[in-house]
């Protein structure tokens, strides 16, 4: 799941779109997390403002969470072109997934980690907020929890790509697997195939890495702010961020 998506963005970036990736949200525009609190206000139109705001300047969008908004994008553009990321298989998709982006967004927070994390941590954090916010619209999205273990992620993939199949025009929608490198994706887009290999990033070590990384970093951070805080905000910072 992560490996596929990462390196369909990567491809995007080398035949010259601005692609938005999960990482675009932590890395690069940290300062439109807090449009995610606005999106789930409940007003369209305030949602719809903020959309446009945390996406403006990209011309192309994978992964999560730009993934959850391809039918709102395709009526803005209904000449648009959608690729579906595929896997070999439903159960090879549900496996990858299991082992790397559900895991480490909310699963684990269950019971008083939850209550801990939604009612103490997030206060200090309108960029906490935000991102809990995107994965509220995950689970909205599929109408499951694809983070419980006795979620049928398979399932969830295969009713996703049903309904893609289903409702984008045949003419603008390209069934792709990494696997077959260049030749599709740039046949469908209409671009020349780069002199380069197809680029393939983000496998399960390098994203195991990076996760930890940004527990770390974000344990210090609110070890930092903690200093001006109760004793049970700090207790309950690194309770829900270290475990």
């Known amino acids: ?22 990482l675009e949200v932590v890395h690069k525009h940290p300062d439109r997390i807090p449009l995610w609190e606005r999106m789930w206000s409940g007003d369209p139109d305030t949602a719809d403002e903020a959309l446009k705001a945390i996406f403006e ?10 993934c959850i908004f391809w039918e709102k994008f395709l ?13 070999d298989s439903a159960e090879v998709w549900a496996v990858s997934a299991r082992n790397t982006i559900f895991p480490a967004v909310k699963g684990r927070l269950v019971g008083i980690k939850r209550w801990l994390f939604i009612n103490i941590v997030t206060q200090f954090s309108s960029s906490l907020r ?5 994965y509220d619209f995950i689970f909205r999205e599929h109408g499951v929890d694809p983070t419980r273990e006795d979620t049928d992620l398979a399932r969830m993939y295969e009713d996703w790509n049903a309904n893609v199949i289903a409702k984008v025009p045949s003419s603008n929608l390209l069934i792709f697997n990494v696997k077959d490198g260049w030749e599709p994706l740039c046949k469908f887009l209409d671009l020349p195939i780069p002199d380069q290999p197809f680029p393939s990033v983000n496998n399960k070590a390098e994203f195991d890495k990076r996760k930890e990384k940004f527990k770390k970093g974000m344990f210090i951070k609110f070890a930092v702010l903690s200093l001006t805080v109760s004793a049970i905000g700090v207790g309950a910072i690194g309770y829900v961020i270290m475990n």
């Open 1 to 22: 799941a992560v490996v596929s998506t990462q390196s369909t963005g990567a491809a995007l970036e080398i035949l010259g779109y601005t692609c938005h990736h999960m």
């Open 57 to 66: 300047g990209y011309t192309a969008t994978v992964d999560y969470p730009g």
């Open 75 to 87: 009526q803005w553009n209904p000449q648009a072109k959608v690729i579906l990321s595929v896997r």
């Open 130 to 134: 935000g991102i809990y916010r995107i």
